[in-house]
């Protein structure tokens, strides 16, 4: 049963490390999505820079690309060395998606719907693998980390005494929480903040 824990547990690092790389190279690819909408623009309309929604649009979803890089890669390089951290910080950001993964992926599907005209017969897709991320893999992955099989995968050096293993699991789920927060109240900024001081 260990064995099978580790097969699944390298399974899940190789695709979270395929996931963090791929994303590191769409973040600077999707750079130049923003030449596209500019003047002489192949799809060009006015108002499209600083400031306007197809800008913070398209800014939000290159900060995500970073963002699931700055994760996917160390937890899918702790996943292949079965390092002790990893299923604390797993298991710490999948009760945070599960908190606030539901009006992220309404935005997020919202968002998609709008910005790339998705076709009514892909929709129940784009539903379906929606549903899968809210709250299904997450469920299934929390039993998992949870586990006893899979607790023991990664116990294969002695857990140390820090501030990662004795800070109880609803402050780190906390802390991440804020972190999120921090981040989102920065989006506005892409919109020139809440209130817009034209000259006159």
Known sequence: MNQRSITIVRLLGTALLLIGVVSALLGPAEVHVFYWFEDGGRFHYGG???????????????AGYYVIAVLCIPLGYGHLKLRWWT??????????????GLPLSLTAL???V??????LVSLPFVALGFILLYPVIPIMLLRFYRSPSAQR??????????WLSETPQNVKVAVSLM??????????????????CSAT
């Open 110 to 112: 919202m968002m998609l």
């Open 114 to 119: 709008t910005s790339k005209g998705v076709s």
């Open 153 to 162: 995968a990664f116990q294969t050096a002695e857990i140390p005494s820090n």
């Open 179 to 196: 972190v999120l927060l921090a981040l989102v109240l920065h989006f506005p900024l892409l919109l020139d903040g809440f209130f817009h």
């Open 87 to 100: 299923p604390a910080i797993m298991t710490t950001l999948l009760i945070a998606w599960l908190i606030v």
């Open 48 to 62: 499209a820079g600083f400031g306007s929604l197809m800008f913070a649009n398209i800014a939000i979803q290159i």
